[in-house]
């Protein structure tokens, strides 16, 4: 059967992944996950437009990677995947993504592509993902792009891959099972296994120190949507990342924490700042109390609204 004809949609909101610790039963294809910023393309004749998980518009953002979307073979087309940066031997590297997009030297990005949800007036989102895929990259390999990648599926026993990809200091992988269509939602259909803890907090304030910024307060929303206090970040920090955080929250200070049960500190000790920026932090676990143990600091997350930050689970159902 045909996929349904369609007109290009306006938006597609990205299919979620599930965090789960262990490969589950079935058929199932496995990809690096890569450590970098979820992004969606959308190519409407002439016009290419980027956008984030969230669906902010970052094309101004990255004009080479648009511009080089353009050459692609296509009347229409939705493609999704991750925008990384990547270190001499090919491993994606954060830091520098972070930094290229707060000086927008974005020229060295590229697009790993791991789907195609829409094509040439068909929408493609109800077809198996590993159809969806094959067309992704016979599209890719008709026309390659210097600034595209495909992220082909690893044939290997999950657990095998997953050991692998740590010992690379790779952030995990990938599973997409079988015959799955692409559902906008976190269905179970798609999972991730970590190489460590690791996840998005909502900065809630700082401590001060004699360079400005000694340790991060970071929030959690809990399942009321209330935010939690989740614990402290002091490590990880560079002189180029002190700065950004100072002029990311120089304009969110504020009098009051917004924190539901703020932690017990000298005010005079202590910044809180409206809760509109997000990090990436990597911890140890996170104790019965809900606070992060030997946490280090990641990067600062523009692509995230904070308001959406909750502590990722592996208990719902894959």
């Known amino acids: 059967m045909q996929p349904p004809?369609?007109?290009?949609?306006?938006?597609?909101?990205?299919?979620?992944?599930?965090?789960?610790?262990?490969?589950?039963?079935?058929?199932?294809?496995?990809?690096?996950?890569?450590?970098?910023?979820?992004?969606?393309?959308?190519?409407?004749?002439?016009?290419?437009?980027?956008?984030?998980?969230?669906?902010?518009?970052?094309?101004?953002?990255?004009?080479?990677?648009?511009?080089?979307?353009?050459?692609?073979?296509?009347?229409?087309?939705?493609?999704?995947?991750?925008?990384?940066?990547?270190?001499?031997?090919?491993?994606?590297?954060?830091?520098?993504?972070?930094?290229?997009?707060?000086?927008?030297?974005?020229?060295?990005?590229?697009?790993?592509?791991?789907?195609?949800?829409?094509?040439?007036?068909?929408?493609?989102?109800?077809?198996?993902?590993?159809?969806?895929?094959?067309?992704?990259?016979?599209?890719?390999?008709?026309?390659?792009?210097?600034?595209?990648?495909?992220?082909?599926?690893?044939?290997?026993?999950?657990?095998?891959?997953?050991?692998?990809?740590?010992?690379?200091?790779?952030?995990?992988?990938?599973?997409?099972?079988?015959?799955s269509s692409y559902s906008s939602t976190r269905d179970g259909a798609w999972v991730k296994l970590k190489c460590g803890s690791r996840q998005e907090f909502v900065i809630a304030g700082y401590t001060r120190a004699a360079g400005g910024i000694g340790s991060l307060l970071l929030g959690l929303h809990d399942d009321d949507g209330q935010l939690v206090y989740a614990g402290k970040v002091r490590s990880g920090f560079s002189g180029r990342t002190l700065e950004a955080l100072r002029v990311a929250l120089a304009p969110l200070v504020q009098d009051r924490p917004s924190l539901a049960d703020p932690p017990r500190m000298k005010s005079a000790g202590v910044v809180w700042v409206a809760p509109h920026q997000v990090c990436e932090v990597k911890f140890a676990e996170i104790t019965p109390a809900g606070k992060v143990r030997h946490a280090v600091f990641v990067g600062l997350r523009d692509d995230k609204p904070a308001d959406a930050i909750s502590l990722e689970s592996d208990s719902e159902p894959v």
């Open 5 to 179: 004809k369609a007109p290009n949609p306006a938006w597609i909101a990205p299919h979620l992944v599930t965090l789960t610790t262990r490969p589950p039963e079935g058929e199932w294809r496995y990809e690096i996950k890569y450590d970098g910023y979820r992004l969606l393309a959308r190519i409407d004749g002439n016009q290419v437009q980027l956008f984030t998980k969230n669906g902010y518009d970052w094309t101004d953002r990255m004009p080479l990677l648009a511009k080089d979307l353009r050459r692609l073979a296509v009347h229409s087309a939705w493609l999704d995947g991750e925008v990384v940066i990547q270190e001499d031997d090919g491993r994606p590297a954060f830091q520098a993504l972070q930094s290229a997009f707060a000086t927008r030297a974005t020229d060295d990005l590229v697009y790993v592509a791991f789907d195609l949800l829409y094509l040439n007036g068909a929408d493609l989102r109800g077809e198996a993902v590993e159809l969806r895929r094959q067309v992704l990259e016979a599209l890719l390999e008709h026309c390659p792009l210097q600034r595209v990648r495909f992220s082909a599926a690893l044939d290997a026993d999950p657990l095998q891959l997953l050991a692998n990809a740590c010992r690379m200091n790779l952030e995990g992988i990938v599973g997409k099972r079988d015959g």
